[in-house]
């Protein structure tokens, strides 16, 4: 299978792990699941010059944000796979390992916590949400889910492939 072809694979199905994580944790938690159209929103005031939000959901909606926030989250993971498969390589393809999927998938909290939360008027880390310890222990599980997914996507792509 090519480089392409498998990092594709492995990001949108370790993004699919993640949001199925999403609706279980809603299910048996009541923590309800990330709103990426407030992603979208965010992205989309990027063009007019505007990076940073006081609060997000305080901001005027802008058409198409939701879509907007879901195909970022979908590219987001493929280019998060990207870079697991950039380091690993094609012998991270051929017999994926728990190890390295891991280390990237919670790697990737760095992006919520210092780019995201404090653009989209959170903070860094989400300081300035009510409960921030909270948060990051939802946001770092979630990114270990994630980084689970890309090592569950890798292997049943080597076995499908």
């Known amino acids: 299978m090519s480089y392409l072809v ?5 990001g ?11 609706l279980a944790r809603k299910s048996l938690f009541g923590i309800p699941p990330p709103v990426y159209g407030l992603v979208g ?8 010059g505007r990076f940073h939000h006081e609060s997000i959901a305080a901001s005027s909606p802008v058409q198409g944000e939701r879509l ?25 393809i051929e017999r994926p390992t728990i190890g390295p999927a891991l280390i990237v998938g919670i790697g ?3 992006a919520p916590f210092l780019l995201m939360q404090p653009g989209m008027g959170a903070g860094i880390a989400a300081s300035r ?3 921030p310890v909270a948060a990051r222990v939802q946001s770092l599980i979630t990114h270990a889910i994630f980084g689970f997914g890309l090592f569950l996507t890798g292997w049943i792509a080597r076995l499908l492939f």
Do not use: E, K, N
């Not at 498998?6 to 492995?10: D, F, H, L, R």
């Not at 929103?41 to 007019?48: D, F, K, S, T, V």
């Open 108 to 110: 990737t909290v760095a």
């Open 6 to 10: 498998s990092t594709i694979i492995t």
């Open 129 to 131: 949400t009510s409960r």
């Open 68 to 92: 907007i926030g879901w195909i970022a989250h979908y590219l987001t993971g493929i280019a998060f796979a990207a870079v697991l498969i950039s380091i690993w390589g094609d012998g991270w």
């Open 12 to 22: 949108v199905g370790a993004t699919v792990v993640m949001d199925l994580w999403g």
């Open 41 to 48: 929103r965010w992205i989309a005031y990027m063009p007019r």
